[in-house]
């Protein structure tokens, strides 16, 4: 083993796991992470088979995250797990999170960061007392041209903002949502693994994350109109939030697992009063930038013209389009920066503030909509 590099656990992202293969594959790209072991899989049998795959000791293929924790510990220093991927549907983060940090380890953990904003602060304090690194994976901040994005916004290429737009919109539930027996197939649609929300739990919060992300924006309140579609569904899939921020600005955020024929159609639009800008998933090496009579201008990675941060993001030249795995692999990169005590750039990996942030729109929304779409302040 290459002593140099960060030991990584994962617990979930096994065999059939959806978001396992990104966080392995990014874990990869930078040449920081050793996997190392973890809970692969809510099976144990299958969890050390999936070791044995990937040519890992299978003694380090625990049957549960209490006896990780403790065989962990146990060993010397220099051979223990450093990091820790939680990987597993919404309800189990929390639990996990704490049991984690408060033993020492530092954590990357899939969004949302908990089921509840309580729960959230909660963790957000275990962590600065703990003083572990905390990564929270919005991947789409890790796309070089949302990062340029950012950089562009704050140096002023758009001048004053003055209208956000974000959308997500995706059809998956659409075979499941009209069947009630299918539905039961759908951990997001049952309320004790997804938590309060669905669709704004799974993708909306990333569209809210991105806004604060690029803009620096603060959201201070939101008006929602959110849907189950059916009496007898208990969360949400689909909605519109109205949002104002704290300088004024108003936007929106649109959010479907119903949108019919979409597959993952995330994109931002940040309007200011010199220009504007435009970026989409489903085309991630196109940044959009307009001004008022002139052509429009579209940004690509890898061109020195590109801010430090959107160059530094990019492993390869002009042309040859990364993706989702590469955004993991550069929240990744700037979480191991953290973990080696190294300086990191503002914007690197989110964390477990924009966990607590994330949350509080969460449950903003569900309240807007229970009151019957009224204006709910995030505090
Ligand atoms: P999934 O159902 O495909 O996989 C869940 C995994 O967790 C499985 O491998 C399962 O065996 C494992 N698991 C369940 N309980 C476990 C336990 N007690 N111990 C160990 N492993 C256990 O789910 P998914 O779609 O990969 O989603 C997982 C998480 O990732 C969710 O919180 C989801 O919101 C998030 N996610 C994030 C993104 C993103 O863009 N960042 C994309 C997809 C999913």
Redesign the pocket.
Known sequence: MNKGKIKLGL??????????I?HRIAAYMGEQYQLVG??????HA??IAFAEKLELDTSRAYE??EVFIEKELALPADERIEVVS?????F??HS?AMKLVDAGFNVIC???ITITAAEAVELEQLVERKKVVFCL????TGYPMVRQMKAMIAAGAIGKIQKVDAQYYQGWINPFIHDKDKRAQV??LDPKKSGQSCCF??IGV?AFNLIEYTTGLEVEKVLADIDTLYPDNPLDVDGTALIRTKDGVKGVICASQIATGEENNISIMVYGDKGGLKWEQENPTYLTYMQEGKPAQIFKPGNPYNAEFAQESTKIAPGHPEG?FDA?GNIYKGTALAIRGEKVREGAFPGVKDGVRGMKFIEAVLESNKQGQAWIEIK
């Open positions: 617990i979930g992202g096994g065999p059939n796991s959806f978001i396992g990104v973890g809970v692969f899989d809510i099976d299958s969890g549960s995250l939680i990987l597993t549907p919404n189990l983060h996990m899939e969004k949302p994976t919005h991947t789409y951990w997001r739990g799974d990333h989702l993991m």
